[in-house]
């Protein structure tokens, strides 16, 4: 079974510019999750999805946005970027998301905002 | 609020050599507890997990980890280490009835020869 696939694996930005980062779950997975890991904060929740619907969040301005589309894969955007968003963006998948349940993570987008 | 720590930054340790990588974690409710590693360049891969039962947990690569409730801690053991063990060791939470997972800031395994 494939595993969890991200695109672009690297990325060059510029300040002001917006990106959109692209996951694709295992193969029957529901759920994806985003977390934005940097050398100084380490890993941090972004946001989940499942079935379609974001159903937690983590403490990110408005500027960081995601939608998952009806066969899991999803996406998530970046707008007016600013230097500190550089990071590794990680995604996971788990089947359903029940509490306990292991996450599958992808090898990450490294995103450079110049 | 739920928060883990872990202890050491850094961990240097001679091929063959125990290691033992410690987190810690605070919750007003129950939580499972969970080991990822991540090798350079890639994403986060479980190493082992504790849901309820037996505090003493196995996971792959022959790691160990113990929960222990009274201290709040979560340790990450191994007898014996390798060079291939050199990489980022990451403790995480989740609450029993939630779905966020919380990590801690990582713990770097470096294995010399």
């Known amino acids: 079974k494939a595993g969890v696939t991200q695109t672009p694996r690297y990325l060059i930005k510029t300040r002001g510019q917006q990106v959109t980062l692209s996951c694709s779950p295992i193969?029957?997975?529901?759920?994806v999750s985003w977390y934005q890991q940097t050398p100084g904060q380490g890993l941090q929740f972004l946001f989940e999805?499942?079935?379609?619907?974001?159903?937690n969040k983590g403490n990110f301005p408005g500027r960081f946005s995601g939608r998952q589309f009806s066969n899991s894969r999803s996406e998530m955007n970046v707008s007016t970027l600013e230097l500190g968003d550089s990071a590794l963006y990680l995604c996971a998948s788990t089947l359903t998301a029940t509490p306990g349940e292991t996450q599958y993570f992808g090898p990450g987008t490294r995103l450079l905002v110049l | 609020a739920q928060s883990v720590t872990q202890l050491d930054s850094q961990v240097p340790v001679f091929e063959e050599a125990p290691v033992e990588l410690r987190c810690n974690y605070s919750?007003?409710?129950?939580?499972?507890l969970f080991w990822y590693v991540q090798y350079p360049n890639q994403g986060l891969q479980l190493l082992l997990k504790?849901?309820?039962?037996?505090?003493l947990v196995k996971g792959i690569n022959g790691f160990e980890a113990e929960f222990n409730k009274s201290q709040t801690s979560f340790h990450l053991r191994k007898p014996s280490v390798h060079i291939s063990d050199t990489a980022e060791y990451f403790c995480?939470?989740?609450?029993?009835?939630?779905?966020?997972?919380?990590f801690g800031a990582g713990t770097r395994l470096f294995v010399k020869a």
């Open positions: 193969s029957g997975h529901r759920s």
């Open positions: 504790y849901l309820s039962g037996s505090t």
């Open positions: 995480a939470v989740t609450l029993t009835g939630g779905f966020k997972t919380i």
């Open positions: 919750s007003s409710v129950s939580v499972y």
């Open positions: 999805y499942f079935s379609e619907t974001q159903r």
